[in-house]
């Protein structure tokens, strides 16, 4: 992929995509091709289809997706299934069809079985059922991973996957109620600092153990991987390290300097006890983040105080 290679960011005005375009550009990557959902709905196939015909891309990052938290997933199942289907069934074929060179597609931790080995290895794809309350969402990934399986045995198409651990920093979503952990932490403990109140309250115990990796590591990972892997099987992509949630309160209340005592509501459920990624495959091909936890937070903040 040259400077002035021709590169579709489909997404680009999500977390994920917005970070890829800020990386392409510090890094000299100029020709960019971007679509908002308003200028071009990716499930509609001619549509996409006469989008590769006229404007030939020749690179891909299939960042779009229709995304949210386990209530949005649960509740909306069949959207999550079809509107994720079609977009990367759509963007695939007509990638291919108009000749593009290379693709990377983005999947998500989530496909791997609930009851997986931890850490969770690429291997263990398929190899056992998953998380119910988001199986439409992570079924629809791994649609997309076998996609281009399919089409790199098929056809030789040199279409890769990326499978990020959990996300968060700049363009994140901060929900009282849609959003993830880290965001969702952030906004409670910002607007308990400003209600001067004397505790904040955590579900559960507090023992689970995350990974969190700041959104613009995914993104040097993301082009690293399009600059450097040619092979037919997907990539994990996270930092090794993990926290416990409790550990994490307690970081995120120091970013935000709130005063008060934090406690944990041990009635309300934990979740999985354990998620960690094995991501020595990227490591193995001289990538790491570089981003620590801490200073990720701080700029998450930042950010989220700014909107």
Request: glycine share 8%.
């Amino acid at each position: 992929m040259e400077n002035s290679s021709l590169i579709y960011i489909a997404g680009h005005k999500g977390m994920v995509g917005s970070a890829i375009v800020r990386k392409l550009k510090e890094n000299g990557f100029n020709n960019l091709l971007l679509r908002t959902s308003q200028e071009m709905d990716l499930r509609n196939q001619t549509v996409v289809n006469n989008f590769f015909e006229k404007e030939r891309p020749e690179f891909v990052f299939l960042a779009a997706a229709k995304v949210g938290g386990i209530v949005a997933n649960n509740t909306y199942r069949a959207e999550f299934l079809y509107d994720n289907l079609m977009i990367e069934s759509n963007i695939i074929q007509a990638a291919y069809h108009s000749g593009v060179k290379k693709l990377l597609f983005l999947g998500s931790s989530c496909i791997y079985p609930k009851l997986a080995p931890q850490p969770l290895k690429e291997e263990y794809l398929l190899k056992g059922l998953l998380e119910p309350t988001n199986e439409p969402y992570a079924i629809a990934k791994i649609a997309g991973i076998k996609l281009c399986e399919a089409y790199w045995d098929q056809y030789g198409c040199n279409f890769i996957s990326a499978m990020p651990t959990n996300l968060y920093g700049q363009g994140d979503n901060y929900h009282p109620q849609n959003s993830h952990v880290i965001p969702g932490l952030l906004r409670k403990f910002h607007e308990a600092k400003n209600e001067n109140k004397l505790s904040v309250q955590i579900w559960g115990t507090g023992t689970p153990l995350r990974e969190f990796m700041y959104v613009d590591d995914l993104a040097d990972a993301c082009l690293h991987l399009m600059l450097h892997y040619n092979e037919r099987l997907f990539v994990n992509v996270g930092t090794g390290e993990e926290v416990s949630i409790k550990d994490l309160a307690l970081l995120i209340g120091n970013v935000v300097n709130f005063k008060g005592a934090i406690e944990f509501d041990t009635t309300k459920p934990d979740g999985t006890p354990r998620k960690l990624m094995d991501s020595s495959r990227i490591h193995s091909l001289g990538w790491k983040h570089k981003m620590n936890l801490k200073e990720g937070l701080q700029k998450a903040y930042t950010y989220f105080t700014k909107q």
